[in-house]
């Protein structure tokens, strides 16, 4: 069953950092392009970074850029996020996401095949 499990959310100050983790299970990791979103409350869910197969390619909103830095572990199954300078708006739950893709060096938040169940981020002192 293929499965994609977040963690490394919590609490933490402004100006602070964190960083997630995104375990898979189930598939190939090394197939798949990747992805992390976040929803805040009582907004729409936005992409935040994605990362290509072969994790040379990164790419990240404009609101993260600088200060979040995505990677991969394709050996450990695993993808990471990690947030620096944390502010307040980036409190939200996070998720990972995946899409199997033949392009080795593309990286795109679009149509993700297989989600987590997310981790809630929260910045506040």
């Known amino acids: 069953q293929l499965q994609l499990v977040e963690s490394g959310g919590g609490l933490v100050q402004p100006g602070g950092s964190l960083r997630l983790s995104c375990a898979a299970s189930g598939f190939t990791l090394k197939d798949y392009r990747l992805s992390w979103f976040r929803q805040a409350p009582g907004k729409e869910r936005e ?5 290509s197969r072969d994790g040379s390619i990164t ?3 404009d609101s993260v850029k600088g200060r979040f830095t995505m990677s991969r572990d394709n050996a ?6 990690q947030m620096d300078s944390l502010k307040a708006e980036d409190t939200a739950v996070y998720y990972c996401a995946a ?27």
Do not use: K, P, Q
């Open 76 to 81: 450990r199954h695993t993808v990471y996020l």
């Open 47 to 51: 992409g935040v970074s994605c990362i």
């Open 99 to 125: 899409r199997l893709t033949s392009l080795v060096n593309h990286c795109s938040t679009d149509g993700m095949d297989y989600w987590g169940e997310g981790t809630l981020v929260t910045v506040s002192s």
């Open 59 to 61: 790419a990240y909103a």
